[in-house]
């Protein structure tokens, strides 16, 4: 079995992805393409982004076809915070228009005002990111997603209290659920 996503924040970065994956990722595996009808903001309580359906707007990123189920568990296991499954139709590069899925926003997970943006985020995120990725992956195949997405939370707070994760002052707390 194999998915093919539309991958518009972290996952478009090939460290972030390869530690999602637990392999290196080629060169020619994400193929540049445009989604129309969004844009791309900063989640109102982290450093990563959601789509918000904006129809005058397009977001670039690209998309990627897993090799197994086991890639696709991984990569749902690692998008289940906030985000859920949706269709979408991104449109590559030579124009071919591709079925893909992309993890879309959870009902209840807000924006913030600023639009997100991949160079950005990985120099001011990417390396606490990474860490707090490492860790969450970790749990992979011994927690649930939801068991580990508490974890994620306290770690995400213990990385922060030691300077490993940036804390972005402007970002809201999570809110309790």
């Known amino acids: 079995m194999s998915t093919r996503y539309f991958f518009f924040g972290t996952l478009m970065d090939r460290d972030v992805l390869a530690l999602v994956l637990e392999r290196p990722i080629a060169p020619d595996a994400l193929a540049p393409a445009r989604l129309s009808g969004y844009r791309r903001v900063r989640i109102l309580r982290d450093s990563f982004p959601i789509l918000v359906e904006d129809a005058g707007a397009a977001v670039d990123g690209y998309v990627f076809t897993t090799a197994s189920a086991d ?5 749902l296991y690692f998008e289940d915070y906030d985000y859920d499954l949706a269709p979408c139709l991104p449109t590559l590069h030579d124009g ?5 899925t992309y993890c879309g926003a959870e009902d209840g997970v807000l924006g913030s005002d600023e639009l997100w943006d ?3 985020w990985a120099a001011r995120h990417k390396p606490g990111f990474l860490e707090l990725s490492r860790i969450y992956m970790s749990f992979y195949g011994r927690l649930t997603a939801v068991e580990a997405d508490a974890l994620w939370t306290r770690e995400r707070e213990r990385l ?3 300077g490993v994760l940036v804390h972005t002052p402007e970002l809201a707390p999570a809110a309790e659920g």
């Open 71 to 75: 890639e696709d568990a991984r990569i």
């Open 160 to 162: 922060r209290a030691e």
């Open 118 to 120: 991949l160079e950005r």
């Open 96 to 100: 071919q228009v591709v079925e893909a």
